[in-house]
């Protein structure tokens, strides 16, 4: 045995070898000033060691008193309150003047008299109706040392009367149990006694901690000051004993995953740049050439807002008015438009934005010059239940691309480029629809296990968006499913898991992904 | 929106037995998906710009084209009929519009029966705005005696049997009692005379757009002449849907008659399914796809689209169908070329333009103030910015303050927008009493707060938050933990003693960064600690992340 003993199990060795002899653990415990559920599982690792061994394992008998019992303990039997009784009487009194004596419940006369009578400490004779209780001349006597209340009364004392250590005669003994058993005073309950001893491994572990005390456990400066490291061993150290786990300070993996995609789009030359969490209606969609009274826009598709009421304000009323024209005829975009009437008050309403287009349309009003390439990772809104794929509250990731001479090709190998950024090699490409561009791409792409999936959605922006915004180069849009993605890295099966509230999740996750 | 449809029907109405993984394939490549098969019926995806394809007929007439069995747009010739409608001048302000076709010589079994009621239902769900816009019925030709009267009358006065009913009701009834009544009632709710159509004998046809009468607007399995009408509120809309539904039944067979709509002022012939014309530039083709056709490659590519073309010197002449009513610019005929040509043909490029890639200095910002609070410990959280006034304020031992509120919330566990973290902290913390101790998590992210002066009546704006749950907590070990983290940020702060009933009273303090109080710091209050169900102390701060902290790159 190589390593030190910790020092509560020394102490239970040393005092189990000094002691000399077989040692129960609750005499150890006692001893030691220990409780007595440390010294068991001290004893279990002891014994697992091989240090210590049972000596002699034995099941102790001993009684319980019963709620009866206890109350005769308590109040004394009720035939020795009978003979308390008469004694104070001068020694006999009528069986129904009994009644007037509260020592004596009315429920246990018929009990006292007749263990009286057995015991010979009372008799009863008839003087004409009436019986009468006479009492013997030894029966006070007999109820101070009446052995039965003797053996209750220490069973009350020390909470149980054990079969080794009771100090009556083997007669008088056996009455006791046959009367504990009749009359249902206690109960007789079996208990396992371990006394245990020291191996000779055991005391050699105890010499070897001994002579340990020599050995440097910790260096300390003093020591290294002092040089003494030079004359003494050092204690070696059990490393293969397993580690407690630890909790450090750690990143979310969702937030790092998203960091990375960051990192890799500004890699590819994008710009990174973000809006309001509440937006006004224009951006989430007019400025999308959504028409106003499209289905999709009502209750369903997005969370309007009570408070604040606005309405918001639309900063540049030149693109605003652009834009209601490009609505309601297509203005100079060569478009028929959608034919209704534009309104400015549903333009300015609030709602929780609902997608990421809306900073990239508020993006190119900003910066309507070629050549631009901008993303935008950021929260969105719908009104959705949640469940294992739906959220009401999710990432969209989100960008542009614009420059003279951008085609639908460019669109295509800039979906392909951002895809291998993020690490997928299989992607192919379906036509799509989307209300704000046209052409429009779907690209899919393989997961292992659920097959083609959409995730790299793209288009090229319609004049309707780009023309009222005073941009006149071509515009490509695109986006990737990062919430997908995310899941996919961290294996994930329900996207509500994303924000999870699993603590010991995160702190057991692995961050390489 | 999804179709179901029937592969062996499909296939019939293609003309050709592809195999499922080419009727995938081919799908895929018009914009249609499969989201699953069962039973022989596939449940095929369309997009919401091809209201064409929400019917088998309209699908097996793409793919037609697709494959090259059938190119070019489809004709379907209509004879004259001595058929008329007669438009009452009254409608005009209610329901203005009509318009009719005659379909002759179907074989209906069902099955179709059902599919053209879905087709009617697709329809003027999305494209007729829930029937706002337009609205359909199919009735048996030869229970109608021409002509046909399309005109209103009071409430009251209109009484017949619904679709599907035994007795008459008058259409007070049916809008109240009803389910198509209670579903679209409130279309002409408003006004004091309903849209009516009838015959010369006047027997009802329908009450637009409610419901049809039973004895005249059922189709049976008999039925070989079908009178089709669609009423609306939106012209182009209402010939449209009747082009679609119309093309779709002679894709099984019917012959085309047509009806003249009588308005007051004027006529119409109606199925009016003549082409489109336009003309697109080929260069501006060529430029926005990428390639350098030729006008023969982008002929050949609208035919398979079923478009008719043409190629000159510089432009495609082009016809366009009468059911595609998603060609509005240059640029959807454009997206037809590239579909034409095959998506899967298209070879990707990538530009050489070059631009500088950039975060937001905001971001570089937060990742630094995230670092920081790892080397300090803290285990990172995300929770969602929608949660509830209980969480937010009640549990917090706060009053109620006014945040934004959605007015259409899914449920009341997601009504508002949080204008702090820390409950979200709390509320996570409140799901973790079982994990081992200390409890160390931090957030950072955004959170909104009214501002009536803002563009959008709201600022975003960044908090972090850090939560430290233990069997023994100590307050000074927390400030000094805002302290370094402040100070490894460059930025000056200090505290002052305040009052917040979220924290106990006396252990609590105002956070002030520079001139401002941005945020609290303390030992949280039992009150709080129990409405959560967290049984261990707790200490906590939150501060808002000023964007004028973020230095400016290359200052």
């Known amino acids: 045995m190589k390593y030190r003993l910790p020092e509560k199990a020394q102490r239970v060795l040393d005092y189990l070898h000094s002691a000399g002899r077989p040692l129960s653990p609750e005499e150890i415990s006692t001893a030691l000033t220990l409780k007595e559920d440390t010294v068991q599982s001290l004893v279990e690792s002891l014994r697992n060691q091989k240090l210590i061994e049972d000596h ?28 308390e009784i008469l004694a104070q009487l001068g020694g006999e009194a009528s069986v129904s003047s009994l009644e007037d004596y509260k020592l004596l419940d009315i429920t246990e006369h018929q009990l006292a008299i007749g263990w009286a009578r057995r015991n010979g400490w009372v008799s009863v004779i008839k003087r004409g109706e009436e019986s009468w209780l006479l009492l013997s001349s030894t029966a006070v006597n007999a109820i101070s040392q009446h052995p039965l209340q003797l053996a209750l009364n220490t069973a009350r004392r020390t909470g149980e009367l054990s079969l080794d250590t009771v100090d009556f005669d083997p007669k008088t003994w056996k009455s006791i149990q046959q009367h504990f058993e009749k009359r249902q005073l206690a109960q007789l309950i079996s208990r396992r006694k371990v006394t245990i001893t020291i191996t000779p491994r055991g005391i050699k572990a105890l010499e070897a901690s001994r002579q340990q005390k020599d050995m440097i456990q910790d260096l300390t400066p003093r020591i290294l000051k002092s040089m003494q490291w030079k004359n003494r061993e050092f204690l070696p150290y059990n490393l293969q004993a397993p580690a407690p786990p630890l909790y450090p300070g750690k990143k979310h993996p969702y937030i790092e995953f998203i960091d990375r995609v960051r990192r890799i789009l500004v890699g590819l030359g994008f710009q990174e740049a973000t809006g309001p969490l509440v937006e006004l209606e224009f951006w989430n969609n007019d400025a999308l050439f959504m028409p106003q009274d499209h289905v999709a826009r009502e209750v369903h598709d997005s969370y309007q807002i009570k408070i604040p009421k606005g309405p918001g304000t639309l900063l540049n009323r030149t693109i605003a008015e652009q834009v209601a024209k490009t609505h ?17 008050d549903v333009a300015r309403q609030l709602v929780m934005r609902s997608q990421t287009t809306a900073v990239s349309v508020r993006f190119l009003a900003e910066h309507p010059q070629a050549p631009l390439r901008m993303f935008s990772i950021d929260r969105n809104f719908r009104p959705e239940k949640f469940d294992a794929t739906h959220s009401a509250e999710f990432l969209q990731c989100e960008g542009i691309i614009g420059g003279e001479g951008l085609t639908l090709r460019d669109l295509m190998g800039y979906l392909r480029a951002i895809a291998e950024g993020v690490g997928i090699k299989n992607l192919k490409f379906k036509p799509g629809f989307f209300p704000f561009t046209e052409p429009s791409i779907e690209g899919f792409i393989h997961i292992p296990g659920l097959g083609w999936k959409e995730a790299l959605p793209g288009g090229i922006f319609r004049p309707e968006v780009t023309l009222p915004l005073g941009v006149d180069f071509p515009v490509l849009a695109w986006g990737i499913g990062v919430d997908r993605l995310a899941m996919a890295a961290l294996g994930i099966n329900d996207i509500r898991e994303l924000v999870t509230r699993d603590l010991g999740w995160l702190r057991s996750v692995s961050l390489r992904f | 929106m999804n179709v179901d449809v029937r592969i062996s029907d499909l296939l019939q109405l293609i003309g050709r037995n592809l195999s499922l993984e080419e009727l995938e394939e081919n799908l895929f490549l018009i914009k249609c998906e499969i989201d699953r098969i069962a039973d022989g019926v596939a449940t095929i995806e369309v997009n919401p710009d091809r209201v064409d394809m929400l019917s088998t007929e309209g699908i097996a007439r793409a793919l037609r084209g697709f494959l090259e069995i059938e190119t070019g747009a489809p004709k379907y010739p209509v ?113 004091p005379r309903y849209p009516l159509l009838v015959d010369a004998k006047d027997k009802v046809l329908s009450l637009p757009p409610i419901i049809n009468s039973n004895d005249l607007g059922r189709l049976l399995v008999n039925t070989k002449d079908v009178f089709v009408e669609v009423t609306g509120t939106h012209k182009q809309t209402t010939l449209q849907s009747l082009n679609i539904v119309i093309t779709a039944l002679a894709e099984r067979g019917g012959s085309l008659e047509a009806v003249d709509i009588v308005y007051p002022d004027h006529q119409e012939q109606l199925p009016n399914l003549s082409l489109t014309k336009r003309e697109v530039s080929l260069d501006l083709i060529n430029a926005t796809i990428g390639y350098d056709f030729g006008g023969p490659a982008v002929t050949r590519a609208l035919k398979r689209m079923r478009i008719d073309a043409k190629a000159t010197q510089k432009v495609i002449q082009v016809g366009i169908p009468s059911f595609r009513v998603d060609i509005l610019h240059d640029v959807d005929i454009i997206e037809d070329v590239a579909i034409g040509y095959g998506y ?29 609070m790892v080397g300090l410990g803290y285990q990172e959280v995300a929770n969602y910015v929608l949660t509830n006034t209980r969480t937010l304020f009640e549990k917090m031992n706060q009053r109620i303050k006014t945040v934004v509120e959605i007015a259409n919330p899914k449920s009341m566990e997601y009504h508002v927008a949080r204008n702090s973290l820390l409950p979200g902290l709390l509320e996570f913390l409140s799901l973790n009493t079982a994990q081992e101790l200390p409890h160390r998590i931090f957030e950072v992210g955004p959170v909104v707060t009214i501002n009536p002066d803002a563009e959008t009546c709201t600022d975003t704006v960044l908090h972090l938050a850090a939560v430290t749950v233990n069997s023994r907590v100590d307050i000074t070990t927390l400030k000094a933990e805002l302290v370094t983290l ?48 967290i049984e261990a102390p707790s200490v906590a701060f939150e501060f808002e992340i000023l964007a004028d902290w973020v230095p400016k790159m290359g200052s």
């Open chain 2, 79 to 191: 004879k004259k009929s001595k058929w008329q409608a007669i438009v009452d001048r009254s409608v005009a302000k209610v329901r203005p519009y009509l318009a009719c076709g005659i379909v002759k010589g179907l074989a209906l079994d069902d099955t179709l029966i059902a599919e053209f009621m879905q087709l009617q239902e697709r329809l003027t769900g999305t494209f007729g705005r829930n029937r706002k816009r337009t609205s359909i019925g199919l009735y048996v030709l030869d229970l109608i005696t021409p002509p046909v009267h399309y005109r209103t009358a009071p409430p009251d006065a209109i009484k017949f049997v619904p679709l599907e009913f035994h007795e008459e009701l008058t259409a007070k009834q049916i809008l109240r009692d009803h389910p198509k009544g209670q579903e679209f009632g409130d279309i002409i709710k408003p006004f």
């Open chain 1, 56 to 83: 002699e394992s034995s099941t102790i008998q001993s009684y319980q008193l019963t709620q009866e019992g206890q109350r005769f303990a308590e109040k004394s039997l009720p035939e020795i309150r009978l003979v």
């Open chain 2, 486 to 533: 402040l100070s490894n940020l460059g930025l000056k702060g200090k505290v002052t003693k305040a009052s917040d009933p979220s924290f106990i009273n006396g252990r609590v303090a105002n956070i002030q960064i520079g001139a401002q109080q941005l945020g609290v710091l303390g030992e949280v209050h039992p009150l709080v600690l129990a409405n959560f169900g």
């Open chain 1, 328 to 344: 309601e005829n297509g203005w100079k975009t060569g478009s028929t438009g959608w034919q209704y009437k534009y309104s400015f």
């Open chain 2, 344 to 372: 899967n043909q298209i070879e990707p490029e990538l530009p050489k333009t070059m631009t500088v890639g950039q975060e937001l200095p905001m971001t570089m910002m937060l990742r630094t103030i995230r670092d920081l």
